[in-house]
């Protein structure tokens, strides 16, 4: 580990002990679990079930049974939005029974105008309006589970994994029911909730944190029982209470979904001479997740031999940039009661790393790899104690995998991935009566390699690492301090441990350290993190927050998390001031500065800084607007030269401005524009808009095109630069340490447009179509090499004694005094068609039915020209593969 003197870098017994010994007190603070004294809302509101006969109740949105008018009703709500503490506009009647196996809630919604009911699938309310039931089964003022349903019948699901309304687990699908029917008055709904779904813990009463919603987006209105301000924080712990619920204990849960699946790929202009490619490859498999109620609030959920796939593809993008891309998690799987175990991990755990592409090298003439390392196993543990200890485990184990090659007609086979084991595990504990917390983490990667195999070269055999946290809540949950430390450490063959050194996030070889940094002997890295905050969450005008960030250089998390950069330190303070009380012009507007600093261990690189304003508004009219300000002040970048020199990099600025209508809008539209430059000439714009519709109840469409304009792809974190790194060549001046660390000046434009339609047959049986047509371009207007270490211009070619010369293939030719040498054409177009047609039909309760047809096309050349429109439309005639597949799940429980 590498610690910082007043010169730099210190001595090894520093770097390593010293910052051990602060790691380690860092990690004491983590761990205490101190919170501070505050008043918690104690005067709750109170609703009560009805116990009936087994059978009593039948499903079908009626209310005819005797209890729903015999059962208290909670009638007692209050507007939350528009007008804060306002009766609602139309009354309503909620009534809750239960029996030995089911909570049941029966509902009247009066309407004095035409209820607004479009269709659309489960989880989309569709701008319909809806009954929402939160229910803190727990009783732990932290959690709730939401069950809801529109009044077209579309039921709505998810979980609250903290005591943030914002914060929502939208893969929570239990097995449930809900019936709706429309009425002279307005509309009745009736759910019914199996105990079986539910997670509660043992009790003679079982009392239920209890909140009720109804939204109806016609009049932007949202009406509750138990209202939380708009100046508080919080949403479980004010909720009231649901009581009377006795003699009902927690069931045993097992279920059983297993599943088959078939599948055919039919590729597109294949090369006959490919002999992996035979234009229709024919897949099928089967399996089956289990889920069991190890108690009543822990679920174990096995699966073998899962369809890990995802419905919906990943967006297209050309990424020239030293970071990587991170897409969101898709697979269900690793959705599902997935809260507990990302809660606070964050660079430590990112899941799409299990079962991602094999990054071994395969050669040859031609080479079929595989695109995801398979999946043979994987189980998760994940509930709540009676304590209020959340806890998360998660075990996958992933094959071994190999590419085919074909060399000169001679077919061979390289290993490109090893079985690997992966785990997570992850502990919560609740302190207080304010949500504060404790927790910790620990991830283990282990990759099964032999010291001569090829690919523990290249990849690390053991990644551990550990973390504690705490988030301590005071004086009514009106303010927050986090704080968090973690360790990581690889370790494995030298080869493959100089590979980490060497990448983009460490940079170890830079050539003008202070302090050499890499070791091509080492066979470990052991590093730390530690990050800390406060915030003011809540008050009548005023929120501020404050949170620093410190890496050592060795903190390597990226073989299960992620990782731009290590060895820096960021620190952010930011200050808002805000009107939430409708006024003579505005509904609410918030204003406020921030400023962003980074700096290195390297002390000789100095500081950055970024400088912000933010303002945002929304109108009388409900629709709302917001625009940000950025200067870029001048600093170093120690990334830019990929191991080079640094550079520095100028000054800039940035604006943005984004304007919506009101959300409750049967036609919903926004648009958004961007525009960034610096001193050396640099920009970058973009502009973008969103449109949807709903020509019919079951219909909507929408349409989402962008577009931008950048000369300044290599920009990182202090703003836009002219300068995209390419190579590195021998031949260099002295001042460069003998290497020419040549960049272009690239041209570039994207365009894209993401097409969406939806069309509900019934709640339980809707067709979803999704296409998105993109173009890239880039194009390099000149080219050049660092100037001097710390510089910010470029020595371009063709300047300064220097001549470049376009050759007939499109690459060039440079001369520097007696040196020559070539870059090659980098310029290119690149036009990609992906679209996925779903049809979902949930065939009975929990079991659901997957017919899927997916296009990806891509075509590139090496024009370069900016795209427009017409390349869009041709990305569509792009040679591609289409696969078609069918999926079914059988949903058994006992």
Wanted: charged fraction near 25%; proline fraction near 5%; glycine fraction near 10%.
């Amino acid at each position: 580990m590498r610690g910082v003197d007043a010169g730099g870098f210190g001595e090894s017994h520093v770097r390593r002990h010293g910052l051990r010994r602060w790691l380690v007190a860092a990690g004491a603070v983590a761990l205490t679990p101190v919170v501070l004294a505050g008043a918690q809302t104690t005067d709750r509101p109170e609703a009560h079930a009805e116990r009936v006969a087994d059978g009593t109740i039948r499903i079908d949105g009626t209310l005819d049974e005797a209890v729903w008018s015999t059962a208290p009703a909670v009638t007692d709500f209050i507007q939350a939005e528009p007008d804060e503490g306002a009766p609602p506009t139309d009354r309503m009647e909620v009534r809750f029974a239960y029996d030995d196996s089911a909570l049941y809630v029966g509902a009247r919604m009066f309407s004095a105008a035409p209820v607004q009911a479009p269709l659309s699938r489960r989880d989309d309310s569709g701008l319909a309006e809806s009954l929402q039931i939160e229910l803190d089964t727990y009783l732990d003022r932290r959690t709730a589970y939401m069950f809801g349903v529109t009044a077209a019948g579309v039921r709505l699901d998810h979980y609250h994994p903290r005591d943030d309304e914002g914060n929502r687990d939208l893969e929570y699908d239990p097995v449930w029911q809900a019936r709706t029917v429309r009425t002279d008055e307005g509309w009745t709904a009736e759910l019914w909730l199996p105990f079986s779904q539910l997670r509660f813990n043992a009790r003679a009463e079982q009392v239920f944190g209890l909140n009720i919603m109804r939204d109806l987006p016609a009049l932007n209105e949202e009406d509750v029982w138990s209202l939380v301000r708009r100046t508080e924080s919080g949403w479980a712990s004010r909720f009231g209470d649901l009581r009377g619920i006795e003699a009902v204990d927690p069931r045993l849960r097992l279920e059983v979904l297993p599943y088959v699946s078939g599948s055919s790929r039919v590729t597109g202009e294949r090369d006959p001479n490919d002999p992996f490619d035979d234009g229709k490859n024919l897949g099928a498999r089967g399996g089956a997740d289990v889920k069991y109620g190890v108690s009543s609030n822990l679920t174990l959920d096995v699966a073998f031999n899962p369809d890990f796939g995802q419905i919906e593809a990943d967006p297209a993008e050309v990424n020239l940039t030293v970071f990587e891309t991170i897409f969101s998690e898709r697979r269900p799987f690793f959705l599902e009661g997935n809260d507990v175990l990302t809660a606070g991990t964050g660079n430590y755990y990112y899941s799409r790393r299990i079962g991602a592409r094999p990054t071994g090298a395969g050669e040859g003439d031609y080479v079929d790899r595989p695109d995801t390392a398979t999946i043979l196993a994987a189980a998760k543990l994940t509930g709540r104690l009676p304590s209020g200890t959340a806890l998360g485990f998660l075990a996958a184990v992933t094959d071994a995998e190999s590419a085919q090659t074909s060399t000169d007609g001679v077919l061979g086979r390289t290993r490109v991935a090893p079985r690997s084991g992966w785990g997570v595990a992850r502990v919560i504990q609740d302190v207080g009566d304010q949500g504060s917390t404790v927790g910790g983490h620990l991830t283990v990667v282990h990759r099964g390699m032999a010291a001569d195999d090829p690919l523990a070269a290249v990849l690390s055999r053991n990644a551990v690492t550990a973390g504690a946290d705490t988030r301590i809540r005071f004086a009514d949950q009106g303010y927050e301090a986090a704080f968090n430390v973690g360790f990581t450490h690889i370790d494995g063959e030298p080869d493959a441990v100089t590979g980490f050194q060497r990448r983009n996030s460490h940079l170890f070889q830079r050539v003008d350290l202070p302090v050499p940094l890499l070791d091509v002997t080492r066979r470990a890295l052991d590093g730390g993190q530690v990050t800390g905050g406060i915030n003011k969450l809540s008050g009548r005008h005023w929120l501020w927050n404050a949170s620093v960030m410190i890496e050592s250089p060795e903190f390597e998390p990226s073989d299960f998390g992620r990782l731009n950069f290590a060895g820096d330190y960021t620190w952010r303070a930011q200050l808002e001031y805000r009107e939430t009380l409708p006024g003579r012009f505005l509904r609410a507007y918030s204003v406020g500065p921030d400023i962003l600093h980074y700096s290195y261990y390297d002390r000789t690189l100095g500081n950055r800084y970024n400088l912000g304003v933010a303002a945002s508004a929304t109108f009388l009219n409900f629709w709302s607007t917001r625009v940000s300000l950025t200067r870029y002040l001048r600093g170093f970048d120690a990334q830019l030269t990929r191991g080079g020199p640094v550079m520095g990099v100028p000054l800039g600025w940035g604006v943005s401005w984004s304007l919506r209508n009101r959300a409750g809008s049967q036609t919903q539209w926004s648009g958004q524009a961007n525009y960034q430059s610096n001193e050396i000439g640099d920009y970058t714009w973009g502009i973008g808009a969103s449109w949807s519709t709903r020509p019919s109840p079951s219909l909507e469409l929408s349409v989402r095109p962008d577009y931008s304009d950048e000369r300044g792809t290599g920009g990182t974190f202090s703003g836009p630069i002219n300068r995209q790194f390419l190579t590195t060549l021998p031949g260099g001046r002295a001042e460069t340490f003998g290497n020419r660390y040549v960049f272009g000046f690239p041209d570039r434009t994207t365009l894209s447009t993401q097409f969406r339609a939806s069309y509900t047959f019934k709640p339980d049986l809707t067709l979803d179509i999704y296409a998105e047509p993109f173009a890239a371009s880039g194009r390099y207007l000149a080219f050049g090499e660092t100037l001097l270490p710390g510089a910010r211009d470029l020595r371009v070619y063709g300047q300064n004694g220097t001549r470049i010369e376009r050759l007939e293939d499109g690459s060039y030719q440079v001369t520097d005094g007696a040196d020559t040498f070539a870059l090659p054409n980098r310029d290119f177009t690149i036009r990609s068609f992906r679209s996925t047609v779903v049809l979902r039909w949930e065939w009975r309760p929990g079991s659901t039915l997957f017919v899927v047809w997916q296009q990806n096309r891509e075509s590139r050349d090496s024009q370069g020209a900016h795209v427009g429109f017409g390349n869009l439309f041709e990305s569509l005639t792009a040679s591609g593969d289409n696969v078609f597949a069918v999926k079914t799940t059988v949903w058994t429980s006992r």
